[in-house]
């Protein structure tokens, strides 16, 4: 079964290192495992959230562009994986592997739906 892992960091200074050592060798070693485990799908870091711009359509099927998310939130999503694993169970011990679990961070877990 295909799982999105949801990568959420805290909505700080993203180039800082974080206070438990979480390194980029530290998301290398990650993608290498879940790639030699051959569960990996798909997956991609966000760009700054910065660059990022929303859409909204109104009622009456006005468009309205803003710059930024402007989500009322203190996390950010920062990216994702999917994984192609057996239950549930094993999709939550590969997000609890992930650095972005770790320092403040959250990894949300969903079933991709198939139709």
């Known amino acids: 079964m295909k799982y999105m892992l949801l990568i959420h960091t805290a909505a700080t200074q993203s180039d800082a290192p974080t206070s438990d050592g979480c390194e980029v060798e530290d998301w290398m070693a990650y993608d290498k495992a879940v790639q030699e ?8 870091s966000l760009a700054d959230l910065t ?3 929303t859409v909204r359509v109104g009622p009456g099927g006005e468009r309205t562009v803003t710059d930024g998310p402007f989500a009322e939130t203190r996390e950010i999503l920062g990216g994702y994986y999917v994984i192609d694993v057996p239950d549930l169970d ?9 650095p972005g679990a770790h320092a403040g961070g959250s990894i949300v877990v969903r079933p991709v739906a198939e139709f």
């Open 90 to 98: 094993v999709a939550l011990d590969w997000a609890a592997r992930c």
């Open 37 to 44: 485990a051959g569960i990996f799908v798909a997956g991609h």
């Open 51 to 53: 660059t990022a711009t």
